[in-house]
């Protein structure tokens, strides 16, 4: 509850910049908010996956100490906004994360922006790969969920870099559902039964891969990531700081152990949550925690007196 009253406050505080144009001020907003409440909750808390480097300060930087250094010592991810473009522009599925796990167990991929991933539920397990075409992972997909290939529906970034990948699933017979941004909620919306997106594949920020690590490990779903480095200098980066470029990583060498925490409050409404709501003297929020020791998804309806905030 400490880690969800911190997304609630980011999701409460980005609200006046819903639709205002200013990614950046969304995004700040959302930051000092969870820093203050990131400062309450008893744990030493490391950030592994942050916005940035220690000089580009207010954001939550990679290497920052959070909590109020007593209890558990604990790995973190924070994303105040996944989504502050969607913010910006009013669109949907724009959401607050953070990720918690053992201290060490969180692979840091910061050295490299990008990873190619691959998202399905427990059906995919041993089924789906990023070493082989997509039109023989949504097949075989597809014979594991006793589905028509023709129902398949596959969650892709809308991207001008995934031209090429797009025009390969609908050929195989399959429908996509093209997401202007926030691939954390797609991911973790191909892994869950309920909803309509099947798969989710594509390169997308190598943070939000490790990230959604965490969700899946609480919601037994799979994954498979690749870092996807831009250039020559982006790869020597990458070999520097100790990582395998070319390793086709599981979810255990994104996010190690079975004590992962997750947690997402909705900024603007979306499939995974819904966004922040005024009602009359109230503010409503919508969050989504998952922990994988216990293999629990549950989802908390707050109010919060307006007064409060305004």
């Given at each position: 509850?400490?880690?969800?009253?911190?997304?609630?406050?980011?999701?409460?505080?980005?609200?006046?910049?819903?639709?205002?144009?200013?990614?950046?001020?969304?995004?700040?907003?959302?930051?000092?908010?969870?820093?203050?409440?990131?400062?309450?909750?008893?744990?030493?808390?490391?950030?592994?996956?942050?916005?940035?480097?220690?000089?580009?300060?207010?954001?939550?930087?990679?290497?920052?100490?959070?909590?109020?250094?007593?209890?558990?010592?604990?790995?973190?991810?924070?994303?105040?906004?996944?989504?502050?473009?969607?913010?910006?522009?009013?669109?949907?599925?724009a959401v607050s994360v953070i990720a918690?796990?053992?201290?060490?167990?969180?692979?840091?991929?910061?050295?490299?922006?990008?990873?190619?991933?691959?998202?399905?539920?427990?059906?995919?397990?041993?089924?789906?790969?990023?070493?082989?075409?997509?039109?023989?992972?949504?097949?075989?997909?597809?014979?594991?969920?006793?589905?028509?290939?023709?129902?398949?529906?596959?969650?892709?970034?809308?991207?001008?870099?995934?031209?090429?990948?797009?025009?390969?699933?609908?050929?195989?017979?399959?429908?996509?559902?093209?997401?202007?941004?926030?691939?954390?909620?797609?991911?973790?919306?191909?892994?869950?039964?309920?909803?309509?997106?099947?798969?989710?594949?594509?390169?997308?920020?190598?943070?939000?891969?490790?990230?959604?690590?965490?969700?899946?490990?609480?919601?037994?779903?799979?994954?498979?990531?690749?870092?996807?480095?831009?250039?020559?200098?982006?790869?020597?980066?990458?070999?520097?700081?100790?990582?395998?470029?070319?390793?086709?990583?599981?979810?255990?060498?994104?996010?190690?152990?079975?004590?992962?925490?997750?947690?997402?409050?909705?900024?603007?409404?979306?499939?995974?949550?819904?966004?922040?709501?005024?009602?009359?003297?109230?503010?409503?929020?919508?969050?989504?925690?998952?922990?994988?020791?216990?293999?629990?998804?549950?989802?908390?309806?707050?109010?919060?007196?307006?007064?409060?905030?305004?």
């Amino acid at each position: 509850m400490e880690l969800v009253r911190a997304t609630e406050a980011a999701a409460i505080r980005a609200v006046p910049f819903i639709g205002r144009g200013d990614k950046n001020a969304a995004d700040k907003a959302a930051v000092d908010a969870m820093r203050v409440f990131l400062g309450t909750v008893n744990f030493d808390g490391l950030i592994v996956i942050g916005e940035g480097e220690k000089d580009e300060a207010p954001m939550l930087f990679n290497g920052e100490h959070v909590g109020n250094g007593r209890g558990p010592a604990c790995d973190i991810a924070v994303d105040p906004i996944d989504g502050t473009s969607l913010t910006a522009a009013g669109r949907q599925n724009a959401v607050s994360v953070i990720a918690v796990s053992d201290r060490g167990t969180m692979l840091d991929a910061s050295s490299i922006f990008y990873m190619d991933k691959i998202v399905t539920g427990a059906a995919g397990r041993g089924v789906v790969s990023l070493d082989q075409p997509i039109a023989d992972n949504i097949r075989d997909l597809a014979q594991a969920m006793k589905k028509p290939v023709g129902e398949m529906t596959i969650a892709v970034l809308d991207r001008p870099r995934h031209a090429g990948l797009i025009e390969a699933i609908r050929s195989a017979g399959a429908g996509t559902r093209l997401m202007l941004d926030g691939d954390v909620a797609g991911g973790i919306n191909a892994a869950r039964y309920e909803t309509r997106i099947d798969m989710c594949v594509g390169i997308g920020g190598s943070p939000e891969g490790i990230t959604t690590a965490c969700a899946l490990k609480a919601l037994g779903g799979y994954m498979q990531g690749r870092l996807a480095p831009k250039d020559d200098a982006e790869r020597a980066r990458g070999v520097a700081a100790g990582l395998d470029i070319d390793k086709l990583l599981e979810i255990e060498d994104m996010v190690s152990g079975d004590n992962t925490f997750f947690v997402a409050t909705g900024v603007t409404d979306g499939g995974l949550v819904d966004g922040v709501r005024r009602k009359g003297p109230m503010i409503r929020t919508e969050s989504i925690v998952l922990r994988s020791r216990s293999g629990t998804a549950r989802r908390v309806i707050a109010e919060h007196l307006a007064e409060k905030w305004l």
